[in-house]
């Protein structure tokens, strides 16, 4: 499993910063748990971003500090 998580994160993205490893982590759990579910994904993605409001570039530095 942890094979697994490490291949997806670096074929991901082109660097890993140890400072965001938590949200590859998210990410990654995100995609593992509804990977059965492809075809929504898209539809889902589309439908979460329509309904959350813009959050100012401040509160997303604060996961950062807090975590």
């Known amino acids: ?3 697994n998580v490490k ?3 670096t ?3 082109h660097s890993v910063s140890l400072k965001h490893v938590p949200r590859y ?3 990654f ?3 593992f748990n509804r990977r059965f579910q492809l075809d ?3 539809e889902r ?3 979460v971003g329509l309904r959350t409001p813009p959050m100012p570039y401040r509160f997303l530095r ?3 500090i807090g975590g």
């Open 7 to 9: 291949n997806s994160i």
């Open 40 to 42: 929504d994904m898209i």
């Open 29 to 31: 759990e995100y995609r």
């Open 62 to 64: 604060m996961a950062e």
């Open 1 to 3: 499993m942890l094979g």
């Open 25 to 27: 982590l998210a990410e």
């Open 45 to 47: 993605l589309a439908c």
């Open 11 to 13: 074929g991901t993205f």
